[in-house]
């Protein structure tokens, strides 16, 4: 391998790591009080549904984690944006 080859690897593995930690941070934050309020909306508990859409949070976050690494860049990147423009504009328009 030569040393370019190399270093654009490491900047690719890099660039999924960062997306992968950054970008599913993101989505979460999104889906976890997405998930709150539809839980509370087919009648839980409000304190309930909070703790498990965090719990389902911690599950779906590792998933994610595991699922960018799996995938190429531009499949990685629409994946990303598409899940938190899913669930962003539902929390724009419930905010």
Request: proline residues 4%; glycine residues 6%.
């Given at each position: 391998m030569?040393?370019?080859?190399i270093w654009c690897h490491r900047a690719?593995?890099?660039?999924?790591?960062?997306l992968a930690v950054a970008g599913g941070?993101?989505?979460?934050?999104l889906a976890v009080p997405l998930a709150g309020i539809a839980?509370?909306?087919?009648?839980?508990?409000?304190?309930?549904?909070t703790v498990?859409?965090?719990?389902?949070?911690?599950i779906a976050y590792l998933l994610l984690l595991i699922w960018a690494f799996s995938v190429r860049l531009p499949r990685?990147?629409?994946g990303l944006l598409g899940?938190?423009?899913?669930?962003?504009?539902?929390?724009y328009v419930l905010s």
């Open positions: 030569t040393p370019a080859s690719l593995v890099t660039l999924h790591l960062v941070w993101a989505v979460i934050a839980l509370a909306a087919l009648g839980m508990i409000r304190s309930e549904a498990l859409a965090m719990m389902l949070g911690f990685l990147l629409a899940s938190a423009m899913l669930c962003g504009l539902p929390l």
